[in-house]
């Protein structure tokens, strides 16, 4: 990282945590760079930068000045979750393949994808990667690279674990293809069926559909949009219940973004090993961090070997190449062995390109420059809410990611909006698709990761203006019904 | 497919059916290019490829004559098997793990692997598609192609089919991680916990492995080294046990080598149908022909939906691409769903370049060469067997595919047999491995398609020496107990 980059972080670190607010003026170029001994191009370029990133503005002769936070000029975060505490069977398959399945054309504006862009990742470097990498690829390696896996990517996998202040051995490391892979072959490991796992709430379909297929049941916790999930009820949760499992998204949870604090993962670790609980974290969105500094998984507390770590390049370097791993802990062995029974292994040329990319450098000025343009599409999504969604409306402040948790006016049907919403080639992700019981009718994740696609800012005024229109309609119901 | 080709199948087929016996002397090439209108040149040409196909040899002065069937001379094929009819759950992960697991490093002859050498294969072809596919490749199709496929992909599969006769939907077709994935998703499409599953007798250790993964049970039908399962002790079980579905190779059985002739196939098919049976049929060895023709899959019997096809281009074309597919019948929409909730998709770049690799033709010139090369490492490993292994051992002939099934006499336990050979840096594949119950401690499978490694002839050897050296020391130990 350069220094201007380190600077900018630790300023935007400052906004971030609330040193910082709103309309403060930041010190001028000049007094910065006296009172840091950096240059004055270095204090330019780092202020530069916070500005593209949409973190501070320069105001003509004046200097420069903290943005409005988006979340903090009328609109309030949506309330936590407040799930029933019973667990239940899981049927969730068909509404999301209703819902979202057929929707990952082009022609949509895809508000409803779970996807980032892939027009934000190195795809030509990728590419040229597979081409050179497979040409010279020794024949054998194509057997021998199917467990466990090429080497040099479970290096690297270690590697940067290892920036991150954690061991973890490279015996450790399972490659996958992708996360799903991961987290279901997980999931298998520690339960078997008619067990207990604990999700948050709500949780990621994804996250549903595997209890479904494994035939689990799933306790949802409560959840905060802002902190995750609540560490007390999750507590009173295991006194009385004998769970096998908990999922959790500790860090930027789909859909809600919440980030859990580090004393908040702390206490969580420190429940699950008194009562011997294995962690399933899905941790596919760590790199997309907005703060200073990376945030560390619950796995990096873990002293038990029960949280098992997973990962993916899918979501921030290499889409559609189907690569991700698992931090298995004491189940790696047993993960491993399911995965060369049901899949055999991750594509080998996918891999090989990967581990090419990380051996000739750029990934984290890669990530910086995608974090960069998340940082500037959440302002422009947090704007667009603010500006065309119907009065009342609630939004999380994701502290990474690219998922947005929209809470409307509890009388605006998303299952409608969506139906509205797909006859204008607009893909939305309505509530009830996070929650076994398809509850939260009223609420959206939304994507913002497409911030950057020409068509994003009219969307986002179309649903706004249909979602407004719903609670018309609504209100008007119910005068001709009083009437 | 040339002349000079067509005229060598017609000849194989002839050989291959007994019209042509071992000694035979085929018409002179002067002759046969009057009879037939050919030219001599085609003759000829034909003749040498049958030589070099190891089914005929030139004497000098005298002309060309069929070569003995190695099975023919000396070598009986081995018992049908007779399971006891009892359905069982499994449990053969961890042997399977403890005899093959880590033996596919380069350090050892690979008799006990189940890949084919990825030397015969088209490397150079297809990583030269990778890198151009992918430089020039649509970003937005990372998403696309996720669901449903690689359409270019999916329309040479399906093209495939109608060259065979059959006719396949588009929309049945479902790309999968490898033909491994395929068979554990149609086993649970059509399955529960605790359902009875029947298999052959013994049958690939990776259907025992899924079944194991599913909770299912496993009933062994009889099978035979020829003609495989033996449909009247099928019927019989069907008429006292309520079975879920069966997994069935119909065509070079995996371990067995056995191919069902057409009619059995026909009623195998009448009777699942008879009974709403769903048949799982893993098919991957078909391009893998000796014969004049390919032998077509129950599928294409199939009137009813029932029958799940299962094919890849791991074992004839792109090694560790991990790409394979599923015809699925009436349960391909289940299917499909199943993959995008446990792996989303096979790796976009591997379905781009082998779809690439088909566009610009040649495969089936290369499925020709390699089906040869296969034919003429068929006779060297029979001879090496016959050469030096213990007298009584008994092996089938495949007509396909690259995997022998050897019963040798009682007294080796191919366990011990395994572990001699590995001390030499040799793979084996014990007999216990292909049965719910471990039993068949003499017998192996042997994989011939690396009979093109310089190493082979040699592995072989060793492996016959130790063998008998086996049958010895356990004669002696009688003896010894006698006296």
């Known amino acids: 990282m350069n220094l201007y980059e380190r600077y900018a972080d630790e300023i935007a670190e400052l906004i971030r945590s609330g040193m910082l607010r709103p309309g403060d003026r930041l010190s001028s170029v000049r007094a910065a760079s006296a009172a840091r001994g950096l240059s004055r191009t270095t204090i330019f370029e780092a202020y530069y930068l916070l500005e593209t990133r949409g973190l501070i503005e320069a105001r003509p002769r004046s200097g420069y000045y903290v943005k409005g936070d988006p979340a903090k000029a009328g609109l309030e975060a949506p309330d936590d979750s407040k799930p029933n505490g019973k667990a239940k069977f899981v049927d969730i398959g068909q509404l999301v393949f209703e819902l979202v399945g057929s929707l990952s054309r082009r022609e949509f504006v895809p508000l409803g994808s779970a996807f980032l862009s892939p027009t934000l990742c190195p795809l030509t470097r990728l590419a040229a990667h597979l081409g050179t990498e497979m040409r010279d690829f020794d024949p054998w390696r194509l057997v021998e690279d199917l467990a466990p896996g090429n080497e040099s990517l479970r290096r690297h996998i270690v590697l940067r674990y290892a920036m991150d202040g954690m061991v973890v051995a490279p015996t450790e490391v399972v490659l996958t293809n992708g996360a799903m892979e991961g987290l279901n072959l997980s999931l298998q490991a520690v339960t078997k069926p008619g067990d207990m796992v604990v999700v948050e709430s709500p949780t990621f379909y994804a996250a549903l559909q595997a209890l479904d297929r494994l035939r689990l049941r799933a306790l949802e916790v409560a959840t905060s949009p802002t902190w995750g999930i609540d560490i007390d009820a999750l507590s009173e949760a295991l006194k009385c219940q004998r769970v096998a499992a908990c999922w959790l998204m500790t860090n930027f949870q789909n859909p809600l973004g919440s980030l859990m604090p580090d004393d908040r993962k702390k206490a969580l670790v420190a429940l699950l090993a008194e009562h011997e ?69 991750p594509a080998i040329p996918s891999e090989a390109a990967i581990a090419a990319y990380l051996d000739r450098g750029g990934y984290d000025r890669h990530l910086r420059r995608l974090r960069a343009a998340l940082t500037r599409y959440l302002a422009i999504a947090m704007e667009a809410v603010q500006t065309h969604f119907p009065p009342g409306t609630r939004v999380s402040v994701p502290q990474g990611g690219y998922l947005l948790w929209l809470e409307l006016p509890e009388s605006v049907d998303t299952i409608k909006l969506h139906a509205l919403a797909r006859e204008r080639c607009i893909s939305l992700a309505p509530g009830p698709l996070f929650f076994t019981d398809h509850r939260a009718r009223h609420c959206l994740r939304l994507n913002y990761g497409h911030a950057g696609d020409p068509r994003f800012a009219s969307a986002m005024q179309t649903v706004g203006q249909l979602a407004t229109a719903l609670t018309t309609t609504c209100a008007m119901n119910e005068t001709t019904a009083t009437a």
Chains 1, 2 share one sequence.
């Open 277 to 345: 609980i294995p962690l399933i974290e899905d941790d596919v969105y760590a790199e997309l961090y907005f703060g200073a500094k990376k945030p560390l998984p619950a796995k990096a507390l873990d002293s038990k070997g029960l949280v098992i770590h997973c990962g993916s390049f899918s979501k921030c370097l290499a889409p559609g190449y189907r690569v991700g791993w698992v931090a298995g802990g004491r189940f790696a062995g047993k993960i491993e062995q399911m995965r060369l029974m049901y899949t055999l292994s």
